[in-house]
């Protein structure tokens, strides 16, 4: 079966051959589409990676988020999806004072962070990796958080050519939010172009080409 | 999510180099579109892009007594409405500043330009004037809603035609008109907004400059002289700043004017 665009109750397949998958739905031998996206077939299984939504986070997601409150146990983290996040200050790598929080972080503050766990009370947020821990600078925008995978590819291939012709270190959240460092804001905007660039075509075929394309004509 | 710090800073220090993130000199606005009669029954209706921000302006009329200190004027009503699904930042509710300020600001620009010939709108000194209902409509916050809104209000306004009024029963017959427009001038006012960010000055932001302004003063300009201004936020500005706004506003008043005018006919 080829990649195909799918709106909610639209029947991907007919038969018994296959199985649904995430976001679809079996009803009376037919499998059902329940969300706006791409659906795939692997091994007969049928999945829909959708195109809209808000974020819906999962453990072990890299994320960048926004520091929104702050109690003595740790901060409370805007990562943009329905349930606030929590980052205690156990997770954190350092000694922390608790009568100076705001000198870890303080609110308004942007940080790079894992999901370790989703519980009932919540999200509960890590900064124990390299890696992972405040933003001082860099340009940080927003795309679709369902367009992040296609915006890494496979293994990466596809944020690797971005990172490689402009030369900045590129961070992605699985929330949507992107942080791209670069030696001039000249390559951080050549950058961010490219990724929206790949954000609006994400449902082309040979999209790989068409970015190399791309970043060639929008070169200085 | 409002504009980050990091991003900030960005912006600010990419300012000073005279440039903008969507390779916009300072004083260049977006890309203008202006769709016609978007509601059928309206009496005149605009839909204005700037970029991605979107608003819709719509004209009613409708007959009323006039107001006590102005017998033989006719009466003009502005408000704005910033629809939640224009933005994640606005919510249903009573309206909040921002939407007031929004219409207040138009409401004065075409006012105070003395655009609209008042005295005209009297049907009956004392008794019976038309009154001009302008409703503005957020459809997408992108930043500048503010020239979007004066800039639809004017090309509404232009579009807009008077209903038939039957004198016996004192009814307006909707739907059918006399091919008559509103007593108009023949020169548009038109609305700039000059932004403070940093120590730079910008026009026509997007949301993520906007979030950064620290003053912005709106300009409304007619046959070349100021009819009227409003200074938002709290940032103070020196003369020297003051002098240099009215110098942007001059400028870029002329090529929008030009543009608007040509969009329009």
């Known amino acids: ?220 | 999510m409002t504009t980050t710090e990091p991003t900030s800073e960005r912006i600010k220090k990419y300012l000073l180099e005279g440039k903008r993130f969507d390779k916009r000199g300072l004083f260049d606005f977006r890309e203008i579109k202006i769709e016609k009669n978007v509601s059928k029954k309206a009496e005149g209706s605009v839909r204005v892009k700037i970029g991605k921000t979107e608003v819709i302006v719509g004209i009613k009329l409708d007959v009323a007594a006039p107001y006590p200190d102005s017998p033989d004027k006719g009466n003009l009503m502005v408000s704005a409405d910033m629809l939640p699904l224009s933005s994640p930042r606005f919510e249903l509710g009573p309206p909040k500043f921002e939407s007031i300020e929004l219409g207040r600001v138009t409401d004065r620009g075409i006012r105070e330009s003395g655009f609209i010939d008042f005295e005209k709108l009297c049907i009956k000194k004392g008794e019976k004037v038309w009154t001009v209902f302008v409703d503005i409509y957020s459809i997408n916050d992108d930043g500048n809603l503010m020239d979007a809104a004066a800039m639809g209000a004017i090309a509404a306004l232009r579009l807009a035609r008077i209903p038939k009024y039957d004198e016996e029963t004192g009814k307006v017959i909707y739907g059918e008109y006399e091919n008559e427009s509103l007593p108009l001038k023949e020169d548009s006012p038109v609305s700039i907004s000059i932004h403070k960010i940093g120590n730079s000055f910008v026009v026509d932001p997007t949301r993520e400059e906007e979030d950064l302004s620290e003053c912005r003063v709106t300009l409304t300009t007619y046959e070349g002289a100021i009819s009227s201004m409003q200074k938002s936020e709290s940032e103070a500005l020196t003369i020297d700043e003051i002098k240099k706004i009215f110098d942007i506003s001059e400028e870029t008043s002329k090529k929008i004017l030009k543009e608007i005018e040509k969009k329009i006919k």
């Open chain 1, 1 to 220: 079966m080829e990649r195909k665009v799918v709106i909610p109750g639209e029947v991907i397949i007919e038969g018994e051959d296959y199985l649904p998958g995430e976001h679809t739905e079996k009803r009376n031998g037919q499998i059902i589409s329940i969300r706006y996206g791409l659906a795939e077939e692997q091994n007969n299984l049928i999945k829909v990676i959708p195109l809209s939504g808000v974020y819906s986070p999962r453990r072990g997601n890299v994320v960048i988020g926004k520091v929104e409150n702050i109690n003595s146990n740790g901060w409370f983290v805007d990562i943009g999806s329905a349930d606030s996040a929590f980052l205690s200050i156990n997770e954190v790598p350092r000694y922390v004072n608790k009568d100076a929080m705001e000198e870890v972080f303080k609110i308004e503050d942007i940080l790079i962070a894992k999901i370790w766990s989703i519980g009932k009370r919540g999200i509960d947020l890590s900064i124990k990796l390299r890696g992972l821990g405040k933003i001082d600078e860099g340009i940080i925008f927003k795309v679709n958080p369902h367009k992040v995978p296609r915006i890494i590819g496979k293994e990466g291939s596809m944020i690797k050519i971005i990172k490689d012709e402009t030369g900045c270190d590129i961070n992605i959240g699985q929330n949507g939010l992107i942080l791209i460092k670069g030696p001039t804001i000249d390559s951080e905007l050549y950058a961010k172009n490219a990724i929206n660039f790949v954000a609006e075509k994400s449902f082309v075929n040979g999209l790989t080409e068409e970015l190399t394309k791309w970043l060639k004509e929008n070169k200085k």
